[in-house]
């Protein structure tokens, strides 16, 4: 029996129009009817999940930023927090800047960037987050060790540079992918696996207990710690190779179908 399912959010439990469906909301919230826990995994910053917390009725700790924040969702509680060192952050966002990418730097559970553009509107809409411009350099107005930075570019400038950074910054950082036009930094200590990993620990929950859901590369970590993984059905080829099943798609509501299949043998 598993005692925690744990979900990535974007294009894994949210569909591809960034709606839950009825279907989801009513599995996941008759997981208490199991004393199953449940709760995300997300790269997401937290601000931007609240909503759902509260819609999903998500009680125990929720992994955002790949991993390096988990908060109690109840207490608000900071159970774990890993930022990138300040020296660190403000040559990464150098470096991105001289690159000519759009950059953005999480601080405080708050995002920045240096203007609002295209790109941003994009990326707010997408993920509910408010920008908050600093009309200069971000190089220069990291005023705190931050917990993410993301370059935002085409999928094929993301995939060029993810093999590039991750060598360069091997060691000092962790390097990802959660969306095709997003390249993604976070502390070396973060990550989805580590920080599911530290939230078992503080629960009680062997890895073997545990039953994850994912659809990008970010979610590799997370997913080969769990005991049991599954790839939804629109994930990257890599996810679905790594995983131990593939489920619906997003959009199928792969998720909740899966977990329906889980509690009806538990009830058999």
């Not at 992918?177 to 620990?201: D, I, Q």
């Not at 769990?226 to 939804?232: M, T, Y």
């Amino acid at each position: 029996m598993y005692k925690l399912i744990v979900s990535d959010f974007d294009d894994t439990l949210l569909k591809s129009d960034k709606t839950l469906s009825e279907h989801t909301l009513r599995v996941i919230k008759s997981l208490k009817n199991y004393k199953i826990p449940f709760t995300f995994c997300s790269g997401r910053m937290y601000d931007s999940l609240k909503r759902y917390i509260k819609d999903l009725e998500v009680e125990i700790p929720v992994i955002s930023y790949n991993g390096a924040l988990i908060i109690d969702p109840v207490s608000g509680e900071s159970i774990n927090h890993w930022s990138i060192e300040l020296p660190l952050a403000r040559q990464l966002i150098s470096r991105l800047e001289d690159m000519n990418l759009y950059v953005q730097a999480y601080m405080e559970d708050k995002m920045y960037c240096r203007e609002i553009t295209d790109i941003t509107r994009m990326y707010t809409s997408v993920t509910g987050s408010k920008a908050h411009p600093t009309h200069k350099p971000l190089s220069e107005c990291i005023y705190a060790p931050p917990t993410k930075i993301i370059a935002l570019t085409y999928p094929e400038e993301v995939q060029k540079l993810l093999p590039v950074m991750r060598e360069e910054y091997d060691g000092r950082l962790v390097v990802t992918v959660s969306n095709p036009e997003f390249l993604e930094f976070v502390s070396p200590l973060a990550g989805k696996g580590s920080a599911l990993r530290l939230l078992c620990g503080r629960m009680g929950i062997k890895r073997e207990e545990v039953l994850a859901f994912g659809d990008s590369l970010n979610d590799l970590s997370m997913l080969e710690y769990a005991g049991h993984s599954v790839a939804v059905g629109n994930a990257r080829i890599e996810v679905k190779a790594a995983a131990d099943e593939v489920c619906l798609s997003n959009d199928e509501d792969g998720v909740a179908s899966y977990i329906e299949g889980v509690l009806s043998s538990m009830r058999a």
